[in-house]
């Protein structure tokens, strides 16, 4: 059962509503444009919406626009929520983490099952591709919160419970690259947290290392999956298919289309036309792709220099923001983080254009880079 991406965009369009009667648009403008991080995602999606100029397929770039129109909501959101909200917002997140890392557990034990999910697939609510990563963000609040709030006693315990289960849960999907994340969060969050106590880190280390020895050990799907990705790289063979392989065939036509169409591009909408030139030329034997699992390339091919320039900007203000603002609260480590794992996993799929990874991604940014002093208090919020 997948989360109908209709429902999202209906709620975003209700909320957009309810921003343009709330009035007071000139003060909400300014201020989105004294904040770069919100800035650059809308000078991105400008940068898509130019992109027709020069596209050979206005169908499909009018779609292209259209999934990646959810970036309107960043700008509605920051100018309409409270920051005082903040660690709802999180607390509800984790809750919803927990109670999909159970279900999970049910549908990897046959328990139970429902729609198209299965034991295979064992995710709810959202693809493999995009449950691991936002589930990992959960796990991280509710470690973060037990140190920074310095939570103690049965607590403590039942904290330190939900982390476990939520941590396994990661493990048994099929998505590697979600893995892979998770435990690069973890990694960032221990580097963050303890930087000024390196035995407590080495500790810290040791844990992590511990839940992915007992992950391997109990979870057969999962040794299965490493075992593939190992062989899958040692022995690559090109236009042979397979997971790893396909992603270099990807990369190496993509890359070709990135020189041919340097330096603006292809246009907006024109990587799934090109691709299956590039490709029926170099890979015949491997099959088309609308989507080079890589969303560099992905923006690459379409929008060239400058398109991949704009689109690197977004995680840069991300970083700027945290180095120079230096907010000292329980969320500063997600500020870092979000860009640093987004960077990291856009190498292996689009995961800023996908549904459900980019309103997330949108959302926090949305309510984690903001300074106390950035949003007037003159108008109404949500």
């Known amino acids: 059962m997948i989360v109908s991406t209709a429902f999202d965009n209906i709620l975003l369009f209700l909320i957009l509503i309810l921003w343009l009667v709330q009035g007071d648009i000139r003060n909400k403008l300014n201020s989105i ?18 992109g027709i100029s020069w596209a050979d397929d206005i169908d499909k770039a009018f779609k292209i626009i259209d999934k990646q129109s959810i970036i309107l909501a960043l700008p509605v959101i920051y100018t309409s929520f409270k920051r005082e909200n903040l660690e709802n917002v999180f607390v509800a997140f984790s809750i919803v983490g927990f109670i999909s890392a159970i ?41 973060n919160r037990v140190f920074y709030k310095k939570i103690k006693g049965k607590e403590r315990i039942y904290y330190f419970i939900s982390i476990l289960i939520m941590s396994l849960s990661v493990f048994i999907t099929r998505s590697r690259a979600g893995m892979i994340a998770f435990l690069f969060m973890c990694f960032i969050w221990t580097i963050y947290y303890f930087r000024n106590n390196y035995k407590a880190m080495l500790k810290s280390f040791s844990v992590i290392l511990i839940v992915l020895i007992i992950a391997i050990v109990i979870f057969a799907d999962l040794r299965k999956r490493i075992d593939e990705a190992y062989k899958e ?57 609308v989507n080079p699992h890589n969303n560099y390339l992905f923006v690459l091919v379409q929008l060239g220099f400058p398109g991949i320039l704009v689109f ?58 903001r300074s106390k002093s950035e949003i007037s208090n003159n108008h109404k919020k949500i």
């Not at 444009?33 to 130019?50: C, E, F, G, Q, R």
Request: proline letters at 4%; a positive charge; one cysteine or more.
């Open 33 to 50: 444009k004294d904040n770069h991080v919100i800035l650059a995602p809308i000078i991105y999606l400008t940068v898509i919406i130019l």
């Open 233 to 289: 790289i040692i022995n690559y063979k090109p236009n042979v298919y397979s997971s790893v392989g396909a992603r270099f065939t990807f990369a190496m036509n993509s890359w070709e289309l990135t020189k041919k169409f340097w330096p603006l591009g292809t246009g907006t909408g024109g990587f799934e036309k090109n691709y299956k030139i590039v490709n029926k030329k170099n890979t015949p034997d491997v099959d088309e792709t």
């Open 103 to 143: 279900m999970s557990f049910v549908l990897y034990f046959g328990i139970a099952s429902w729609s198209d999910r299965s034991v295979e697939y064992p995710i709810p609510f959202v693809r493999h591709i995009s449950f691991n990563t936002m589930l990992s963000f959960a796990i991280i609040f509710l470690l």
């Open 312 to 369: 690197l900007n977004i995680f840069f203000q991300q970083i700027l923001f945290f180095f120079k603002k230096g907010i000292e609260d329980e969320f500063n480590v997600f500020r870092i983080m979000l860009p640093l794992v987004f960077m990291l996993i856009c190498l292996s799929d689009s995961y800023l254009f996908g549904h459900h990874t980019q309103l997330f991604f949108m959302l926090m940014t949305a309510i984690l880079y």
